[in-house]
């Protein structure tokens, strides 16, 4: 079965609390916040913009230019809390590489093992990987296109009625579309200056 991935802790993001809370995420007077099994910490924009690290359950160092850091798995209170836009955990996190084998590589020294691949049109592909409740989507050109590192991209969170999320964020959030898994779909927030990190929301998978 080989080595499990370490899981995935806590992801860092280079925005003011005050800007998350405005779309209606609980965060607490630390800058931080709990989205399912996952911790989310708001550093401000002096860490610098959008997604600037995650931490794992055995960090090891980084990962193909991802900062990578260690964290202990109780570093956030067990129990997600309340957010008033209704999510309930992080669906997916996007990673973009120039390099697409070289980065799947690398995750896969670390044990976070490819688990498909998708043609995502314009010479671009998706591939997937699994850490806990959290998919990476990892995307970048069919053949190496730069010797630059892999960078964060972006979140999709699921909520427990994407119809009443996107009531409670009336004017910030995008029309409801279907997404690419099958019966699911999906809302673009309209972030704004404020929130550095392009995120989507997503209804749930049918069971």
Known sequence: MGTPPPPLVEITVGDEP???ASVGFAVGDDGTTG????????AGPAAGRGITGWALADGGGDIDGLPTATADLDAFPAGAPHHANG???ID?????????ERT??????RGILARRTREAGRGRAQRFFRL???IVELIGPTEPAGDGPASFW????TVADLDATAAQLNGRIGETKAAV???RHIATLHAGDEISVPVAFMSQARR
């Not at 997916?92 to 697409?100: E, G, I, K, N, S």
């Not at 972006?154 to 969170?157: I, R, T």
């Open 104 to 109: 799947t590589a690398a995750l896969e020294d």
């Open 92 to 100: 997916h996190l996007v990673v973009a590489t120039p390099d697409l």
């Open 35 to 42: 989205v399912g099994t996952v911790g989310l910490r708001l």
């Open 132 to 134: 806990g409740e959290v």
């Open 154 to 157: 972006g979140l999709a969170f």
């Open 87 to 89: 999510v309930l955990s």
């Open 181 to 183: 898994q099958p019966g």
């Open 18 to 20: 005050a800007a998350w």
